[in-house]
């Protein structure tokens, strides 16, 4: 991976490393019941939650596991929310993906964009041949977003996960290199 953390835009975002300038931004967002009723996490309460969640975000990267991204809109440069890969793999060419937004900018396709930026860094730098999105049957939206993105649904894993006191259910949904290649060809 680069040594220097890359930056990706497009036509109205800028994804970049969050930073502690972002924390009162990702605050907002990361204390919100809605954005975080599907992540199996505990609402933030405090900045010291999200200045966490950042040193999360760089031991990605320094570790290899992943690496997640602050969606910053170009114009403003505020941090709206994030993206990335987490639970990487890089001896079977897979990882995971992951994505949160404020909800102010649900519904203007602004999580497509960031999510078709990533998916192609993904597979033209990380050289991943898969990459998965584990969902909860219950997230309609984000069921939306990887299926209109051309994600496959492979499965239910039963109890999959275990977080705010109960067992998850999630859906595995999964893209691969050549569903990316094939859309270039064709479209």
């Known amino acids: 991976m680069d040594t220097k953390f890359p930056e990706l835009t497009t036509e109205r975002l800028l994804l970049r490393a969050a930073t502690p300038a972002d924390a009162d931004d990702m605050l907002r967002y990361l204390s919100d019941p809605e954005v975080m009723k599907h992540t199996g996490m505990e609402l933030f309460q405090t900045a010291e939650d999200v200045l966490d969640e950042i040193r999360w975000y760089r031991s990605l990267v320094e570790e290899g596991s992943g690496i997640r991204w602050g969606i910053a809109l170009k114009e403003s ?3 709206i929310g994030s993206c990335g890969f987490h639970n990487r793999e890089p001896k079977h060419f897979r990882a995971e993906i992951g994505y949160e937004l404020s909800p102010e900018h649900w519904g203007k396709g602004i999580a497509s964009e960031a999510l078709q930026a990533v998916v192609r860094y993904g597979f033209s730098h990380l050289q991943l041949e898969r ?7 219950e997230n309609e939206p984000s069921l939306r977003l990887v ?41």
């Open 77 to 79: 440069g505020k941090m």
């Open 131 to 137: 990459i998965e999105a584990l969902i909860e049957p």
């Open 147 to 187: 299926e209109k993105n051309g994600f496959q649904r492979e499965g239910l894993l039963r109890h999959y996960e275990y977080g705010r006191g109960r067992f998850d259910d999630l859906y595995m949904y999964s893209i691969l290199k050549e569903d990316i290649d094939l859309a270039d060809r064709v479209g």
